[in-house]
């Protein structure tokens, strides 16, 4: 070689932070104002929801919600138009950014329209690689009509026969519950694979007042078992304890289903985002190829974000749980199905956290 070379690159290992969308979720309703319909507002923890939104059933869930997140909450509202539906408000909305969760305060009054709901969302998955779920409202007592009979007869049959593991219904029983909800699943204070029925992260805030049937009976927690035996995410108290506290998000997944709580799904999604960044990076890139070498060095490169979402802290001896418990050996596997062709196996295993605590006390008579 006559002349001598020397040429510096920079490679990019793609070893940096994903964004997360995790507690930032779209709002959608009908707009309080003409002047609000067909934008999208990007709020959060300090904005003024009075001034910049018109009084509205959509202002309402906002400010619930809101009230319920407390530090560094971020949203984004899309008010509808009365010609657009649902689906056009998440496309719309979906073009300017990212969301983990769809809250959608127009009440549903038909199961048809919850299945199209969820169906879209599916949709997402397909054309733009998002998993995202939904907070869907349905409706709550009509104080004029219906008895907590009729009502709980009508809102049972409003969920059967469907299976929607991406949609929460919300029953309206106090105007604000899905804002609540919202609210109370985005607290930064506590996991995404946690529970909103939670009891140490304390009683909700700002819900409205307790409704009243067409006798003028208050809801009854009888009432609320029912419906929180039939898939619906219901408040609830305890007799001789403070407070209003929440039941179980629960999903419309099927019977056996893997996701029919949300704190499942949410950890589920999270990973699904975080991989599927790290699997494009992948795409033609040799780094990855059927040698066992490569294979054990892309085992811990797809672990990371399982690594990550499962690191845990332990204050004063009391241990706080990362998302997920923290993956094994085994727990990724690869899988060459052709010279081209590739499938990756991960697997996420949550903590169980004790929904139902029975204690049994024995009394001790002997003489000892």
């Not at 609210?183 to 909700?204: K, Q």
């Amino acid at each position: 070689m006559s002349l001598g070379k020397v040429q510096v690159n920079n490679l990019n290992l793609g070893q940096g932070d994903i964004q997360g969308v995790e507690r930032h979720f779209l709002f959608v309703g009908r707009a309080g104002s003409v002047d609000e319909e067909s934008q999208l507002f990007s709020i959060g923890a300090k904005t003024d929801l009075e001034k910049t939104f018109a009084d509205s059933p959509l202002r309402d869930q906002l400010i619930a919600a809101q009230l319920n997140a407390g530090q560094n909450w971020t949203a984004a509202v899309y008010p509808m138009a009365e010609q657009e539906t649902i689906v056009d408000a998440i496309d719309r909305a979906n073009e300017v950014q990212s969301f983990e969760m769809v809250v959608v305060c127009a009440e549903q009054t038909a199961g048809a329209e919850i299945t199209a709901i969820h169906d879209h969302l599916e949709s997402l998955k397909a054309k733009l690689g998002r998993f995202v779920s939904a907070l869907v409202a349905v409706p709550g007592i009509d104080a004029a009509t219906q008895t907590w009979p009729t009502y709980e007869a009508a809102t049972i049959a409003l969920q059967a026969d469907i299976a929607a593991h991406l949609v929460v219904p919300v029953p309206q029983l106090h105007g604000n519950n899905v804002g609540v909800l919202a609210g109370r699943l985005c607290d930064r204070s506590v996991s995404i694979a946690d529970s909103p029925m939670r009891v140490a992260t304390g009683s909700v805030l700002g819900l409205g007042a307790a409704p009243v049937d067409s006798e003028n009976e208050p809801l009854s927690l009888a009432t609320l078992e029912t419906l929180a035996n039939k898939r619906m995410s219901v408040p609830q108290w305890y007799s001789d304890f403070e407070g209003v506290y929440w039941s179980d998000a629960q999903t419309l997944d099927a019977a056996g289903g893997d996701y029919q709580y949300l704190e499942h799904l949410r950890p589920v999604h999270k990973a699904s985002r975080e991989v599927r960044v790290l699997a494009i990076r992948r795409v033609a890139n040799r780094a990855l190829n059927s040698t066992p070498n490569s294979i054990e060095l892309n085992k811990s490169y797809f672990m990371k974000p399982l690594r990550a979402m499962s690191k845990s802290t332990t204050i004063l001896g009391t241990q706080f749980p990362g998302d997920i418990k923290p993956p094994v050996e085994g727990d990724v596997n690869i899988v060459w199905t052709t010279n081209k062709a590739v499938v990756i196996y991960l697997v996420v295993r949550p903590y169980n956290s004790p929904k139902e605590i029975t204690v049994n006390i024995m009394l001790d008579l002997s003489s000892n």
